[in-house]
């Protein structure tokens, strides 16, 4: 994917298009198929191969499972998604809606865990990059965990023109902060809709949890039955 390089986990920056015909990909890491993504029986296995291939208005389907961003041991990698597509996880592997999903029985884990067991200093910095988002964009039904920035640094950046819609997420036991929402400074209105989402022991500088930087220009941030349990702030 050819999308410039930042050592940041969710990267968005919107613009507005035409929506295209919508397609579904699947992704099922024990998929036994042909591979190419046209339904459950033939998913990727490979998420990135998904994010590759969908498009704006297309919708990714994630089965329950653990997804490394890379194979390599490569901290720099991480997933790398264009705005305006769907992302859902949390499906066992028959579902024909996102509404029969059990998405916390069934989880979708993306995980920074890439290195040695329980060794965070060579875990990923960050997990995944969405860039060019706006109101069409979708993550939803996804545990987040193990990303390892460092002490001191965001390990979580979306720049946004418009917004991320993010229900059902639960971001764990990261460091670096859990989610930084900052707002091109063309724009006005950019901003992140939460909903129904956990933020576990992750720790940062500013904002552990969630950071929204406005560049002094307005910024729009919707809150909405979400748990924010023992994270560690350090500059506030």
Same mark, same amino acid.
């Not at 597509?85 to 890439?114: A, C, K, M, N, V």
């Not at 979306?158 to 993010?166: D, H, I, K, N, P």
């Given at each position: !994917?050819?999308?410039?390089? +930042?050592?940041?986990? $969710?990267?968005?920056?919107?613009?507005?298009?035409?929506?295209?015909?919508? !397609?579904?990909?699947?992704?099922?890491?024990?998929?036994?198929?042909?591979?190419?993504? !046209?339904?459950?029986?033939?998913?990727?296995?490979?998420?990135? @191969?998904?994010?590759?291939?969908?498009?704006?208005?297309?919708?990714?389907?994630?089965?329950?499972?653990?997804?490394?961003p890379t194979t390599d041991n490569d901290r720099g990698r991480a997933f790398e998604m264009w705005g305006g597509i769907r992302l859902y996880g949390g499906f066992e592997g028959w579902e024909t809606s996102p509404d029969q999903r059990d998405w916390q029985e069934h989880p979708t884990i993306l995980s920074g865990e890439i290195g040695l067991p329980d060794d965070k200093l060579d875990n990923s910095f960050n997990l995944l990059r969405?860039?060019?988002?706006?109101?069409?964009?979708?993550?939803?039904?996804?545990?987040?965990?193990?990303?390892? !920035?460092?002490?001191?640094?965001?390990?979580?950046?979306?720049?946004?023109?418009? @917004?991320?819609?993010?229900?059902? /997420?639960?971001?764990?036991?990261?460091?670096?902060?859990?989610?930084?929402?900052?707002?091109?400074?063309?724009?006005?209105?950019?901003?992140? +809709?939460?909903?129904?989402?956990?933020?576990?022991?992750?720790?940062?500088?500013?904002?552990?949890?969630?950071?929204?930087?406005?560049?002094?220009?307005?910024?729009? /941030?919707?809150?909405?039955?979400?748990? $924010?349990?023992?994270?560690?702030?350090?500059? $506030?």
């Amino acid at each position: !994917m050819n999308v410039p390089h +930042k050592l940041l986990p $969710f990267f968005l920056l919107s613009w507005t298009v035409t929506l295209t015909a919508q !397609m579904r990909w699947y992704v099922d890491v024990s998929a036994t198929g042909v591979q190419n993504g !046209m339904s459950w029986e033939d998913a990727f296995r490979d998420l990135q @191969e998904a994010l590759d291939v969908a498009a704006r208005g297309d919708e990714v389907w994630i089965a329950e499972g653990t997804y490394f961003p890379t194979t390599d041991n490569d901290r720099g990698r991480a997933f790398e998604m264009w705005g305006g597509i769907r992302l859902y996880g949390g499906f066992e592997g028959w579902e024909t809606s996102p509404d029969q999903r059990d998405w916390q029985e069934h989880p979708t884990i993306l995980s920074g865990e890439i290195g040695l067991p329980d060794d965070k200093l060579d875990n990923s910095f960050n997990l995944l990059r969405v860039y060019e988002s706006d109101t069409a964009t979708l993550i939803d039904g996804l545990l987040f965990r193990d990303a390892y !920035m460092g002490e001191g640094e965001s390990d979580c950046y979306v720049e946004a023109e418009g @917004e991320c819609f993010c229900p059902r /997420i639960n971001i764990d036991h990261s460091c670096g902060g859990a989610l930084y929402v900052q707002t091109a400074p063309a724009y006005l209105g950019g901003g992140l +809709k939460v909903q129904n989402c956990h933020f576990l022991e992750n720790a940062g500088v500013n904002g552990a949890g969630i950071n929204l930087s406005t560049f002094e220009r307005s910024g729009n /941030i919707d809150i909405i039955n979400t748990t $924010f349990e023992s994270n560690t702030n350090t500059s $506030f």
